[in-house]
């Protein structure tokens, strides 16, 4: 068989202050050996060894041998390690042990396997114990390796040979391993090693290098266990990538008090405070502290043992990070006082501790403002604006839903909107949940701390509602039923009743039982400083969708340049407004739908008013109305019946208006533009509240600068047909006030079609909003109210990487954006382009819009600093100058 | 004010065999006056005269004057008139009259104005008397002249000058005007300009001069009258072209019994025949033929009356024949005995004539075999092939829908399908009137003449079981209301109850009330002949939408070569296939929906090879399951109760399923493969049907070519899952038959997705069929079945030319089209592309097919003809060497 690397080395030794490899190599070695490799050169202690390259795994996992270049690589390498360390590899009298691991590119955190103080057999054990003067270390390793190898190499339970320590320490009465006599560990070798027969029908391998092939195969062999599989799923490694294996000679923390293992960071993971942060176990091997058998010390108690140790630990800790450039997590051990380092790795922070972090590097001349801000990763920000449930809590999951709007919350259960407002009146803490929520469930909505729906998807009236707010929701929880008869809901088989405790995750849809601690979000000034470092480096605006003067506040708040969408429909859901609404519906004619538009009109113009005051001196991005008409109905009879009174108007009438509104595909149906041109009078009367609001806050010095767009268009003549009217009310207002306000008018882009024509839009419209959500939902042929049912299953079975309705699908979807980008730039040079879908407010999607050079992005109000911190690393990568993919935490 | 036409000149002589124009002109002299131009250089007698080009309509339209060249040269072409007939315009003693007509590059018949015999006035009309003998006839000709002129030039209307002439004859015992004493004309001419002075406030123009301008304002004039605009915008005539104005010397056919006027056809425009065909009135003017005031008679009379002057027509008629190559319909007037030809154009004919001349004038070696297929438009072959309304009916509107299936049909009302079956077989002729249909109506529509529906568009069931079957069917005819319990229907106000007549054409929309005459449609030797020519010339294959053997026959019969589209769910809306399908649907698990799918299976595999066998030797393309599930589903109460009963099952859980199968746009839901993905045993089954049947057709020696189409697929993944699942099925079942049938495994193409991602697909893809329909809705957002609440309302306002789902949208769906046939091709240059939306039985979406160079297209049983026609045509155009937009009735 052909062997695919044959030129090029397949083993890395490191020792002595030199090294074959260097940090530079990490896809080859791994993590751990480029790390070993790149402390060797600086003069770390490190000790001595040698990587198995990465790329082998895989020609091990295909072939299920050894190519015979690695036998002789190895074999050399072990000489040299040898040499080194002037031991011998199953020299009796002067053994050399060495550990072996695992060690992928990509940290996969207890995935893989690790074994200790290889070598030791009957005959070297014996050479050990003479050598350390300490037959009870040299036995204790010995039991440890024969265990580890059952479990390892022979895949062998733990249990069982946990069961015979626990006998021998009983019988012994021994409060720790380590604690018992020799002949008790001798004996306990034995019964190990029986056990191991007896269970895999194998003998201990006794030979030093048949133990060491075994091990190398376990370890290329831990690539492919379900959980490693599973966890590479989950984070999006490749298959291919592969484990390297590190060999190292053993260093030990088991030599008595003088000696111990633990694990450091160089900053405090949690606050980020410059302090040394870790734990400590004395006179232990590695896996101890893993293992979770002894319980370790905190880091500062080295200090008052060791000070010595820990000094040197806080100098190397320091000479790391210079090294790195970042945050270190180290493994150590102490050799009878002696520090050796076996591993360091770009120490994981909470969200908190990122910002502070990232920001007093700069300040210490460690990095760049521009590395600051590429570091943060968005999830960290995403901790710090919402509350989150208390990582330390158990908790008991109920069902998972769509993550339709971030943040916890805990709450009881309330069915309708009218319990909810009461209860919370009351002071309880309520959450509401709802089949699906309407525009009669608004009050509840507010009163609630979250909200939770069976049905509907990211897009739905509650997922919409819920994010304009900032209030968790989970949406589309399919097997949740509500039953307000019985008032119980059920969650697959179990039921709760009203008034049970529920805590809900709105960031990942999960739905838990009973009530939990969370935890508030907080700014500090690390969090201001680096979003002022991050607002100077983006080129791209952010701009807020907000509907209501407080979301328009909130935005602002949260460092919003203006509105890139504001709904006007979601204006007209409210109390008077609905029923004003509902009587232009139902209006059979144009005079009676005036009569009831010029209702509308003082409440829209003063919306916009005070919109346009939350804005000053930004822009405005107001869309005509959008939605169909029956969205506004009422939804069941109770409700009709009272309609009808209010309206004064007869209930057949109403029946009648109801049925003729119904359409099979509402999504594609009579909405958007389409609604304007079969109905003018109401984009006219939009308009109007529209031009009215501004000439008003302009005439009192405001800055006012709206710009109207035309939803749903398919072709330039709609947009040309919608846009005649605006001017011409915009002219008729200008007259009336004396005044001009300066506008601008464009579309969304949010069919395929509209995409397809852009060059001909672009002609006539000033600036394209990409309304990528219906863009997604036509383009895939893709109702997102509908996709609950087979969604999950195409993502679980990878027939598609990510949600497309949260992160762009770039291969189809941004393919039509930038043609539309393209096309219309090829017909108006300076076509203002932005984004107001869902995807306004998602990292990797603001990045391809960097690509497309958009002149904003704009998303809902608690998204914002996500997009700006989004928007400046994506301005950065593209500039290739500093490479975010680092950004994790 | 610039003149945009100054290099060119603005007015064209003709006369004495020579002619400043040509036929060659016809954008810028009009029909008329190229017509004239070129049959005067043949040599034709024809009045000599001038001829304004249209371009100057434009400017004088926009100026309101005539620009100072025109006055120049007009003025300039009198002279040589003058010159030509010696006589002078405004001179007394030898007076020159001419004719002002109209006449625009397209022909817009009686749109237009004409004015005879200007020039007249009180002093040139007894130098008319004296020169022709004959003062009755010169003050007939003042009197028409100034009657003319006042409803033309004065705008007045006819009414007060036909009292005037009718109480004249009244009083002088007239039979026809011509009849009238020389007084009493006389009479009436001095009351005829009293009644212009009364009317208008202004006297009638004595001055020649004065009046030739008001005429050739007034030509100009009337190509912004509302009904000439009405007709530019119903024939997609663009406004500016303009009319040309032809003045002419008069000729005069009212000059006695020798003389006369009439029309003729160089072949009868009904049957296509080679003779002259026409009619001819005595002693009479233009006017007089086209007014009705006087009743014609056949050309055969003129034989008998004039023969000579017959023999010179006929031969005029054959001379302009072989000149233009095609029929020609031809004014005449005969002065005194002598021939002129005052106009000659294209003539138009009926679809059985058009066969019958093109194979005939082919055979004459007038024209090609390529020219005759060029010349066939689509609309007459859909005379020939459906039933139509007599056209000398007399109708009574009932309201319009949509266009669903072809053809014309009278029956009475029934409202429900077992009526329907009861009455027709009892003989009786009905239709099936319902709110929509499902697939519990289908034996309805068998029985009935045709289907009409309140709701639904033109993929509804109605319409596509319809269509499959060639009945006539208007669906979703928005005013209609039915109602079952007082078994009535109504058409807006009014109100028809069961068993009331009610005729439909299914080509139109239209329905009428009452029973009406049909005429059958009826193919000859001239349809196969031509059809033959055009099968010849036409690279792109013709196949058809077939979902039952029945379908396949027919579709053979009409020519096709192959199943582009065979809809299996069709299969099965039938009787016990229903059940099984329900139990399917319904199933809990997936073993109990495999054991309801083996139930399927030899239903649909003794389909398929029914299918096979009607098309063997030619390719089968079969699309796997694709609406959503709940389209099978009962409807209602009644209904589910009995499910429940048939199936065992709860009617509890029915209704939970059906609950659960509830979505908010089905269109962009769990459908296609999406189902397929979901429940891999569907498109297990499917296949399993299709290869069983395959192998048996194969095993007795039949050539079976299956094509499978996995449908809505909108990424390569998708696709690549599907085709697995097939391909495994396929080598199951051809090693279980110890046979092999080739076959293709393809994809429609029908979301924006797909085509944006053809190259992708393409990999794996053996062939794309378009499925425009689809792609349509998708790419304009624009569902189909609830587009009747704007699209109408789109079309008459001009928002879009034509509708999306008839005619293919080139610039938006088309340019996504013909970018996955590209992106396609670059990964498999073999790719093999088809269409099967309902586009691909429309000529000018069919067009398009061609230049992106599709191997097929498909279509309905009763629209292969037609797309067999279209196809060649498509070939010719693209050739260049044929020129079809002369293709017109």
């Known amino acids: 068989m052909s062997d695919p690397y044959a030129q090029q080395p397949l083993v890395y030794s490191f020792g002595q202050g030199r090294a074959d490899g260097s940090s530079a190599m990490k896809e080859l070695l791994g993590g751990k050996g480029a790390g070993l490799a790149e402390m060797t050169t600086l003069g770390i202690p490190v000790p001595p060894g040698f990587t198995i390259a990465s790329t082998l795994c895989q020609t091990y996992l295909d072939l299920n041998a050894f190519p015979p270049r690695l036998t002789r690589q190895l074999e050399a390498a072990l000489q040299r390690l040898e040499a080194t360390t002037g031991r011998g590899f199953g020299n009796v009298a002067n053994p050399l042990l060495v550990s072996v691991r695992s060690g992928a590119a990509v940290s996969m955190p207890g995935m893989m396997e690790t074994i200790l103080n290889l070598g030791l057999n009957d005959q070297t054990v014996e050479g050990l114990a003479a050598l350390s003067g300490n037959p009870a270390f040299a036995w204790d390793c010995y039991r440890r390796f024969v265990q580890m190898y059952g479990v390892v190499v022979f895949e062998l339970p733990r249990t069982p040979f946990d069961l015979l320590v626990e006998e021998a320490r009983v019988a012994h009465g021994a409060a720790r391993d380590i604690d018992l006599p020799v002949a008790a560990i001798k004996a306990l070798v034995a019964r190990f090693k029986a056990t191991i027969a007896e269970h895999s029908g194998r003998a201990f391998p006794e030979a030093p290098m048949e133990q060491l092939w075994g091990a190398v195969a376990a370890v290329f062999q831990s690539w492919n266990t379900r959980r490693a599989i599973d966890y590479r799923r989950i984070h999006d490694i490749p298959d291919t990538m592969g484990t390297a294996v590190n060999i190292v000679a053993m260093v030990y923390g088991n030599l008595g008090e003088t000696s111990g293992t633990g694990v450091a960071f160089s900053r405090n993971p949690s606050t980020g405070e410059a302090t040394l942060y870790g734990e400590f176990l004395c006179n232990a091997q590695g896996e101890d502290v893993v293992s979770g058998a002894r319980t370790p010390q905190p880091i500062e108690t080295l200090r008052d043992v ?18 790195f450039r970042d945050v270190q997590d180290m493994e150590f051990t102490i050799e009878e006082g002696r520090l050796y380092m076996l591993q360091t790795r770009r120490g994981q922070r909470s969200g908190q501790a990122a910002f502070r972090i990232a920001c007093e590097m700069v300040g210490e001349d460690l990095i760049s403002e521009e590395e600051a801000v590429a570091r943060i990763p968005p999830s960290a920000l995403e901790q710090l604006l919402h509350p989150m449930i208390d990582p330390g809590e158990a908790l008991d999951r109920l069902t998972t839903g769509l993550p339709a709007s971030p943040g916890a919350a805990s709450g009881q259960i309330v069915l309708t909107a009218d319990d909810a407002e009461l209860r919370a009146r009351r002071g309880e803490a309520v959450i509401l949940v709802r089949r699906e929520t309407s525009p009669e469930d608004f009050h509840g909505m507010v009163a609630a701390k979250a909200v939770l729906t069976a049905r509907g998807g990211m897009t739905s009236h509650a997922a919409v509602v819920a994010r304009g707010m900032g209030k968790p929701c989970v949406a589309g929880a399919q097997d949740v039923t509500v039953d307000e008869h019985t008032q119980t809901v059920r969650f697959g088989d179990r039921e ?26 907080q700014l500090d000034q690390y969090y201001y400083t680096l979003m002022a470092w991050a607002d100077k480096i983006r080129p791209m605006k952010v701009r807020v969708n907000a509907d209501t003067p407080a979301d328009a506040h909130r935005g602002r708040d949260h460092g919003a340049e203006g509105i890139g969408l504001c709904r006007t429909e979601h204006m007209f859901f409210d109390g008077d407004r609905l029923l004003a609404m509902r009587e232009m519906i139902v209006a059979e004619d144009r005079p009676a739908r005036e009569k009831a538009l010029a209702k509308l009109l003082p409440m829209q113009r003063g919306d916009f008013e005070a919109i346009f005051r939350a804005m000053e001196g930004y822009p405005v991005t107001i869309r005509l109305l959008d939605p169909p008409l029956h969205e506004f109905l009422p939804k069941d009879e109770t409700e009709l019946v009272q309609l009808a009174e209010d309206l004064g108007r007869p209930l057949e009438h109403l029946r009648a208006v109801i049925e003729s509104l119904h359409e099979s595909n509402p999504m594609l149906g009579l909405r958007g533009c389409r609604l304007g041109i079969v ?47 605006v001017r011409q009310v915009a002219e008729e207002v200008f007259r009336e006030r004396q005044l001009t306000v300066p506008y601008l008018l464009g579309t969304m882009i949010e069919l395929p079609r509209a995409a397809l024509t852009a060059d001909e839009i672009a002609r006539e419209a000033q600036f394209f909003s990409f309304g990528t959500n219906d863009l997604t939902q036509t383009t895939y042929g893709l109702s997102r109210d509908d996709s609950g049912r087979f969604l999950p299953h195409y993502i679980e079975t990878g027939i598609i990487d990510q949600d497309p309705f949260q992160t762009l699908d770039i291969a189809g979807v941004g393919k039509l954006v930038k043609m539309a980008c393209d096309l219309g730039r090829s017909t108006r040079a300076d076509l203002k382009l932005g984004i107001c879908g869902e995807h306004g407010g998602d990292p990797a999607s603001i990045a391809f819009c960097e690509t497309v050079r958009m002149n904003y992005v704009s998303c809902s109000p608690f998204r914002v600093p996500v997009a700006r911190l989004a928007a400046a690393q994506a301005a950065l990568a593209a500039r290739g100058t500093v490479d975010r993919t680092k950004a994790t935490v």
Request: charged share 20%.
């Open 496 to 521: 709760l009743k009203l008034g049970d405790w529920i805590t809900l995750d709105g960031s990942t849809g999960v739905v838990y039982a009973g009530q939990t601690r969370l935890l508030a979000p």
């Open 679 to 725: 109905y003018p009078e109401i984009p006219a009367m939009q308009a109007r509240a529209i031009f009215e609001a501004a000439c008003t806050v302009a005439a009192r010095k405001g800055r006012v600068m709206p710009e109207v767009m035309i939803p749903l268009v398919a072709s330039v003549v709609e947009f040309r047909r919608q846009s005649l009217i």
């Open 306 to 323: 060791m000070p010595g140790v820990y000094q040197e630990l806080e100098r190397m800790g320091r000479t790391l990070e210079r090294h």
